[in-house]
């Protein structure tokens, strides 16, 4: 009797693990599968804690919230809609030129490489040269004249050439880009959309949910903890927003000063990846030092673009943000690389720009809601 019982108790402690792998697993094939409708929701509703405050405070002010809601968003939109077409031209021409650049950099390698061979074919034959005359004065030096030496490999007609390798790849993204643009311009669209649909009727809806919903019980501290945690993460949001645009601005200014072409270009480039802690530094000076050898070839002024973008990026990192944003929203960098390797798995580049503002919403929730405690010690041991 003791054993059946044993079995019985202890049953149900085994089937803990099993269930909650099934559950990862199950939660990660949505997250994957369905990111073309989780993506914009994301979106929209970080876009929508930014502005709450805002539309609220107009709604104490008798502003309705569906006026206030459309004028903030258009304020928001009109200068991203700009930016874009002012940036349309230039992304295509540099998307035609990578391919070009790949080239260069690749006849430069292979001229190096041949310079190499080179001497070591005259290094080697040199130390030929005094066997081949000994094997030559000899008594089969008479057979040797009769062999003859292979043929060199021909390549066959149809292989293409490296360069026509390039230019095909070069052609391949920009068609790839051109079929995206609309599955991506109908996203921005429904993002948009819900946005101002989230604006206009989510606190009432949120209302509702919490007065007649009868599993709610603490109301008025449930109330309390989503105001807390909606005013925090608009701080953040509305922050990292701002030092990302003034570092893309300070970007552009420095380049206009220095003279590099489509500097507009490369300071939204900048204020965009930097939303990608680490990784986004290194994708833009990657891409800062291409423009700067697309410019000036082979020199020292080459280095100029990524040399100041460096110099201001460790300004911001080092001093402005960890002021401004101070220990509250301190992320271990190595949870933070983890969490975006998983982000980029799950939703691309998408889901990387998108990382580290979820991850420090979770965070934060966590926080107010005084939950996992030692989930938030580890996120933020240093």
Not at 26 to 55: C, D, E, H, M, R
Not at 120 to 131: C, T
Not at 257 to 283: C, E, H, K, M, R
Request: glycine fraction near 4%.
């Amino acid at each position: 009797m003791s054993d059946t019982q044993s079995t019985h108790t202890t049953s149900p402690r085994k089937l803990i693990t099993p269930l909650n792998t099934l559950a990862v697993i199950a939660v990660l094939a949505v997250l994957y599968f369905a990111q073309s409708l989780l993506i914009p929701l994301v979106f929209s509703l970080l876009v929508a804690l930014l502005l709450n405050p805002l539309v609220s405070r107009l709604k104490q002010a008798h502003v309705p919230r569906i006026i206030s809601s459309v004028t903030l968003l258009t304020v928001l939109l009109t200068p991203v809609v700009w930016l874009g077409a002012e940036l349309a031209e230039p992304a295509e021409k540099w998307l035609k030129a990578v391919p070009k650049f790949t080239l260069y950099i690749e006849q430069q390698v292979e001229s190096f490489n041949q310079v190499m061979q080179l001497g070591e074919q005259e290094a080697r034959q040199e130390l030929e040269e005094p066997k081949k005359e000994e094997k030559d004065s000899g008594f089969f030096s008479w057979f040797s004249r009769d062999e003859e030496e292979p043929e060199p490999e021909q390549k066959p007609d149809n292989q293409p050439s490296v360069s026509e390798r390039i230019e095909q790849g070069g052609a391949e993204l920009l068609f790839t880009s051109l079929l995206a643009a609309p599955l991506f311009l109908a996203q921005c669209l429904g993002g948009v959309i819900l946005t101002l649909f989230i604006l206009v009727y989510g606190r009432r809806l949120f209302t509702v949910f919490i007065d007649e919903f009868p599993q709610v019980t603490n109301k008025d501290k449930v109330k309390a903890t989503v105001k807390s945690i909606q005013s925090e993460l608009s701080k953040y949001i509305f922050t990292v927003a701002t030092i990302n645009a003034g570092l893309g601005i300070m970007t552009a200014t420095a380049l206009y000063l220095l003279g590099t072409q489509d500097f507009i270009l490369w300071g939204s480039v900048v204020a965009l990846f930097n939303f990608v802690p680490y990784v986004g530094s290194v994708i833009s000076l990657s891409m800062l030092l291409m423009a700067g050898l697309v410019q000036y070839n082979l020199t020292l002024m080459a280095l100029a673009p990524a040399t100041l973008f460096m110099l201001l990026n460790i300004i911001e990192s080092q001093l402005i943000t960890p002021l401004v944003l101070g220990r509250r929203m301190q992320v271990n960098p190595l949870i933070v690389i983890l969490w975006l390797a998983c982000m980029g798995w799950l939703w691309g580049m998408a889901g990387v720009l998108l990382a580290l503002p979820i991850l420090v919403c979770i965070k934060l929730v966590l926080v107010q809601m005084d939950k996992a405690p030692h989930w938030i010690r580890l996120v933020e041991a240093k």
